[in-house]
């Protein structure tokens, strides 16, 4: 089959298509032909390597030469064990904690990680959802509730988490705020931003604007200067990009929110919770949640869509279609 392979930690430019056996699946595996795949800032990490704690299974080269991470695909054999799939069924997930191997022809995942598309989702839609949707879901659940005029700011909306995030709170009704460059208006419109900031013009953190929640994805502002986006009681939620906001958010979050009047904390994702993953095809199948498509891309040209993503230019998700 066909895989998109990399033998050294760097950029796009480390990845071909290359040929390798097709894998079989083993006890609880299932095997899944990919119809459809998608880009994430998360892969761009895993090629290079970070965060570094990441590097621990392969120091100098990385452990498998395998990428990818959002499957969506329909169900060629199961493994020993496995009762609730058979061969025709249409699943998708997010294998960022299964190997790291969803862009290639086929992929083996176990089936406690896949979850059903639901009828009427199309392969393509369905794969711009699991990894990033799961983060914004669950960034967004950390801070929860969320009803009906709660004023979300989030921070970092323009990229592959953001504009999903903001089409959940959306969904709950809320006023949303979404914060990125100015060329990335367009995208946090289209995913139903009530109003925009750009990082470059205004600094959200001295601007006097409060808000009832905030997730942030930018992680690009320190503990205490976030908390002068909250109304007191207000909460905020960080989608970490470095283990050291992760340590600080843990370590001290609670302290800061105590003392401020707020709630501080960060988030420990779950790769593959399958209700989350009901949740949000639920929310696909309604109408409710649509897929921002920037391009789609053959596998073969897999490596031209990992240069356009790392280029800064996409303007929603990348899918890739075997
Ligand atoms: N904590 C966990 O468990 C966990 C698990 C998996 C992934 N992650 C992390 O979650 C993040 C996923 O986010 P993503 O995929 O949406 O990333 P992304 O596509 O890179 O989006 C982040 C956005 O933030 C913008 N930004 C940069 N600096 C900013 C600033 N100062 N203020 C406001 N916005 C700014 C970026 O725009 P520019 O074009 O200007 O850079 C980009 O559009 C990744 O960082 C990943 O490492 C965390």
């Known amino acids: 089959m066909r895989a998109v392979l990399r033998d050294a930690y760097g950029g796009p430019e480390v990845l071909r298509v290359g040929k390798v056996p097709t894998p079989r ?3 609880g595996e299932v095997l899944v032909r990919v119809r459809a795949s998608s880009l994430n800032t998360a892969d761009l990490d895993h090629l290079q390597g970070l965060p570094r704690i990441a590097r ?5 080269r990385p452990r498998t030469p395998h990428v990818g991470v959002d499957v969506a695909g329909d169900v ?3 493994g020993p064990g496995v009762r609730e799939l058979t061969p025709g069924d249409r699943v998708w997930a997010d294998v960022f904690a299964h190997g790291h191997a969803a862009l290639a022809d086929y992929v083996c995942v176990p089936a406690g990680a896949l979850a059903r598309i639901p009828d009427g989702v199309s392969f393509a839609d369905a794969a711009t959802i699991p990894h990033s949707g799961l983060l914004a879901l669950q960034g967004l659940r950390a801070a929860a509730p969320l009803r009906a005029g709660t004023r979300v700011l989030i921070n970092g909306a323009g990229g592959c988490v953001g504009p999903l995030a903001i089409q959940l709170a959306k969904v709950r009704g809320a006023h949303v705020t979404g914060v990125d460059t100015g060329d990335k208006a367009d995208i946090m419109r289209a995913a139903g931003a009530d109003a925009v900031i750009d990082y470059v013009a205004e600094d ?4 006097g604007k409060r808000y009832d929640v905030v997730l942030d994805i930018a992680d690009s502002r ?14 905020y939620s960080l989608i970490a990009r470095r283990l050291g906001s992760f340590a600080r958010y843990v ?23 399958r ?8 929310l696909l199948a309604a109408g409710e949640m649509r897929p921002l ?12 869509a990992f240069e356009h993503l790392a280029s800064g230019r996409a303007r929603g998700k990348v899918v890739i279609v075997p």
């Open 222 to 235: 320190g503990m205490l200067a976030m908390r002068r986006c909250l109304e007191r009681g207000g909460r």
């Open 275 to 282: 209700a989350h993953l009901d949740e949000l095809g639920a």
């Open 204 to 207: 959200i953190t001295r601007s």
């Open 251 to 273: 370590l001290l979050g609670p302290l800061v929110g105590r003392l401020t009047g707020t709630r501080m904390g960060t988030i420990l994702w779950k790769p593959n919770d």
């Open 56 to 60: 621990i299974e392969g120091l100098r």
């Open 293 to 304: 498509v920037d391009s789609t891309w053959a596998l073969d040209d897999a490596v031209a």
């Open 76 to 78: 060629e054999e199961v």
């Open 25 to 27: 699946p083993g006890p």
